[in-house]
């Protein structure tokens, strides 16, 4: 069976909250998802104004956003807005990725490194919302324990959270003693470069 060079060839970008600098790049990665992923990605149509108004809120907005780059490309990139109207701490999120890095493990990566920004920012609940054809991104919410719903027209996934280890643990036990261990506590580390390996 044959594949295109962007199905085997390795990925050779990193993961990395995207700094304010980076709002072309961001903006410019949301312009080039083909038709179908963005409708994934925004639950129905998005012309490229839309689009640019989004990302340019998103940064006004203090939007944590995390990007898959390579080179000068933002080519993936997960987002974490806060629902303040919600009392208990709750993120919304979502997700993108361009076409030909699809299928490639990089949603669950961006996945789990969303899931660690939001922990230790303190969020006990994460919400996902979907149309109900978006099969990857349902599958991508069931893998990280969401529990689904349909509302309206969507499908709704919650993800609980559990809090973040404390800041004074015993000595050996903290967060940075065991992400040298590669251990469970790794997702409790504050926001900093985590490189892709595939």
Known sequence: MHGNASQIAP???HIRQLR????????DHLLRLDT???????????DDA?????????????TTVIGYV???KVLGAAELHERPEIAEPTGEIAFSVE???????????????LIANARWLGYTRLLVTTHPQNEAMKALA?????????????TVGVIELDPPAPAFAKVGTGPFVA???GGPGLAALPPTVAFLHS
């Open 11 to 13: 990925l050779t970008g």
């Open 20 to 27: 304010p600098s980076d709002l072309p790049r961001f903006r």
């Open 36 to 46: 179908e992923s963005r409708r994934d990605r925004f639950n129905g149509f998005a």
């Open 50 to 62: 839309f689009i640019t108004g989004y990302a340019e809120r998103c940064f006004a907005l203090g």
């Open 70 to 72: 390579e080179g000068d």
């Open 99 to 113: 076409r030909e890095l699809q299928h490639r493990s990089l949603g669950g990566r961006l996945f789990e490194r």
């Open 142 to 154: 069931r893998k990280f324990n969401a529990a689904l719903s349909f509302q309206a027209g969507e």
């Open 179 to 181: 992400a040298r261990r």
